[in-house]
């Protein structure tokens, strides 16, 4: 079984910042890339920023210069930096992982989601 687990949403004022983590765990071989990506209310989830086992990132147009992705990988973690929010960053993030699992191979897991709120 893997779980992805996120932490660090809130509710921050427009122009602050949050971390956001995601922790994988369970029967984990290795993992091929992580991301996040959030989703507005009334809105299709969108990918937010990616990144790979070799370490290069990707970064929707919207994000650009003001999330960093980074990852962990003896910790099995991925991190979002997120600065200079926008009230238009407001919505539900969720981790995505690419995982090889030692019991049933190859799959694309996601967490639970967590709250992101940037007020005016």
């Known amino acids: 079984q893997v779980q992805l687990v996120e932490s660090g949403g809130g509710l921050v004022q427009a122009g602050g910042s949050l971390r956001l983590s995601c922790a994988a765990s369970?029967?984990?071989?290795?993992?091929?890339?992580m991301g996040w990506y959030r989703q507005a209310p009334g809105k299709q989830r969108e990918l937010v920023a990616t990144?790979?086992?070799?370490?290069?990132?990707n970064y929707a147009d919207t994000v650009k210069g003001r999330f960093t992705i980074s990852g962990d990988n003896a910790k099995k973690t991925v991190y979002l930096q997120m600065n200079s929010l926008k009230p238009e960053d407001t919505g539900v993030y969720y981790c995505?992982?690419?995982?090889?699992?030692?019991?049933?191979?190859?799959?694309?897991?996601w967490g639970q989601g967590t709250q992101v709120t940037v007020s005016s």
């Open positions: 995505n992982a690419d995982i090889l699992s030692i019991v049933a191979g190859r799959g694309v897991y």
């Open positions: 990144i790979i086992r070799g370490g290069s990132t």
């Open positions: 369970g029967s984990i071989f290795s993992i091929n890339i």
